[in-house]
């Protein structure tokens, strides 16, 4: 049984940073392709970055040079450091799991998902 708990959101002012994490709870972490989404109200998920099993990262246009995905398996957690933070990035963050290789940001190809932790940036 795999369980995601995320954490690490808050608020904070445009320009600011925030670090998310996400702790995975179940075996061979390290076979598991993992995704940060976001959800903001009225919108549909969207996704922000993945990390396949072999460190291939790929992330949306809307963030590429200012968030960063990683992982450490030996801690099984998946990181989002958010940087020069956008009131367009204000919604819900959620990490995602799946065992082999899903399309990286398509959320319909993840098995797994966390709860969500809320991001607002104000202006």
């Known amino acids: 049984q795999v369980q995601l708990v995320e954490s690490g959101g808050g608020s904070v002012q445009s320009g600011g940073s925030l670090r998310l994490s996400c702790i995975f709870s179940?075996?061979?972490?390290?076979?598991?392709?993992m995704g940060w989404f976001r959800q903001a109200p009225g919108k549909i998920r969207e996704g922000v970055a993945a990390i396949d099993r072999d460190g291939t990262t790929t992330d949306a246009d809307s963030v590429k040079g200012r968030f960063t995905i990683s992982r450490d398996n030996g801690k099984k957690t998946l990181y989002l450091q958010m940087n020069t933070l956008e009131p367009e990035d204000t919604a819900i963050y959620y990490c995602?799991?799946?065992?082999?290789?899903?399309?990286?940001?398509?959320?319909?190809?993840?098995?797994?998902w966390g709860q969500g932790t809320q991001v607002t940036v104000s202006s």
């Open positions: 179940g075996n061979y972490y390290n076979l598991y392709s």
């Open positions: 995602a799991a799946n065992l082999g290789r899903p399309v990286p940001l398509r959320p319909s190809t993840y098995g797994y």
